[in-house]
């Protein structure tokens, strides 16, 4: 097994504490394969979860970064679900409206495909780069595609003489091992652009720790942030932060910062060491008897499906063990339809096919679909309990 890291990698303090250890998780959670077989042989890695005390930032402290693919394989978009494209145009429209980004250069880090860059662009008559290994995989199509570019690269030093009226980064700092070095870089680029506004998107660690979420954490996500981790991180790297604030239904954090010198502004919310530690604490003493009743719960309701083909799909199966009753992942993404999950092999299939599969139980993988999820079962006459992943019942069939 590879080495532990011993440091912070947002802070470098000694003394990260791992507080919790999973084996055999797929290296790579949304390169759906297109053979079983191959599939259940996928790549694993090992997760030993730590923190810090000194800052709260969280890690895979075993985490080999160079076993994860980002490619143009990579399938993440979340474009298709009505609540996510509404989630996403909302929140363009908010920051255009808030930061008045109209007739801007927009350069997108992390852009996948390039949806949501796109709609900044359509929506504020921007112009817009991205960078993303899997940019130019399936470049948007509408009325901003003549101003867009995109460049199939990871971010590094090479793209910093790139210049742009903001930068926006949404949910690729988590795959960064070295988020202090990626920060610097982007710091350093922006020296002669000072009034540069920067815009970070994140999922929020402490939601996942204090509600056991274990289906949010997998092999990608090597970095974990909390308000306070990030925003100090934010600073020690020279930035400036305007704000902090939680978004899609307390899940995300939203960080607003420009260059600066990092002198500390009080953000609030970034003051959170303690309930951090009490976050850490709670997922540490509850998340194996947690995960053991769940297990026992899936071996006896019957016939079940989980809603979402992607990471948290994997990381749920996988860490529950599969099983028996699971025999499908429903998703609407048709680019994930007909393909299987790394690690269990299950297959990924559209809403329709559900009357074929009969499922008693659907899972849920995340709560803020299930209205959503539950109009499609009506749609198509399936009777299943619809409930979301965590959920303990108590019940059997």
């Not at 504020?124 to 899997?134: H, L, S, Y």
């Not at 559209?350 to 709560?367: H, K, T």
């Not at 109009?375 to 409930?387: E, V």
Request: proline share 6%; charged share 20%; hydrophobic share 40%.
């Amino acid at each position: 097994m590879t080495a532990l890291r011993s440091s912070c990698p947002a802070c470098q303090a000694d003394g990260m504490e791992v507080f919790w250890a999973q084996d055999g998780l797929p290296v790579s959670s949304m390169l759906l394969l297109d053979d079983p077989h191959e599939a259940r042989a996928f790549p694993v890695g090992s997760m030993r979860l730590a923190w810090c005390a000194a800052c709260g930032f969280v890690c895979n402290a075993a985490h080999e970064e160079a076993r994860s693919e980002y490619s143009a394989r990579y399938e993440a978009s979340q474009a298709y679900s009505a609540v996510f494209q509404s989630f996403a145009t909302g929140l363009a429209r908010r920051w255009i409206e808030r930061y008045d980004l109209r007739r801007k250069v927009v350069l997108e880090i992390g852009c996948d495909k390039g949806d949501f860059l796109a709609l900044l662009c359509s929506m504020g008559d921007n112009t817009g780069i991205g960078i993303d290994p899997a940019a130019t995989a399936r470049p948007p199509q509408g009325p901003a595609a003549d101003r867009l570019t995109f460049i199939a690269e990871a971010y590094s030093q090479a793209h910093a003489g790139l210049a742009a009226d903001v930068v926006v980064c949404r949910h690729t700092l988590e795959h960064i091992a070295d988020p202090f070095g990626f920060l610097r870089t982007l710091r350093r680029s922006l020296e002669a652009r000072p009034d540069t506004l920067v815009l970070f998107e994140v999922p929020d660690v402490r939601r996942v720790l204090e509600e056991l979420a274990f289906w949010d954490v997998y092999y990608e996500h090597c970095s974990y942030f909390t308000a306070g981790s990030l925003v100090r991180l934010f600073r020690r790297c020279g930035f400036d932060v305007r704000n902090l604030e939680v978004d899609f239904g307390g899940q995300y954090l939203v960080i607003e910062a420009v260059p600066g010198t990092g002198v500390p502004t009080p953000v609030p919310g970034e003051d959170d060491l303690g309930p951090v530690a009490s976050a850490v604490a709670r997922f540490r003493h509850g998340i194996e008897p947690h995960l053991e009743a769940l297990r026992v719960e899936a071996r006896e309701r019957g016939r079940s499906v989980i809603w979402g083909g992607g990471s948290k799909g994997v990381s749920y199966l996988t860490t529950l063990g599969g099983g028996s009753a699971f025999v499908a992942a429903v998703d609407v993404n048709p680019h994930k339809q007909g393909r299987y999950l790394p690690g269990t092999g299950l297959p990924v299939v559209a809403p329709d096919e559900l009357p074929s599969i009969r499922p008693e139980v659907v899972v849920a993988m995340n709560p803020l679909y299930l209205a959503e999820i539950q109009g499609d079962l009506d749609r198509f006459g399936i009777t299943a309990r619809l409930i979301a992943a965590g959920t303990r019942t108590g019940g059997c069939r």
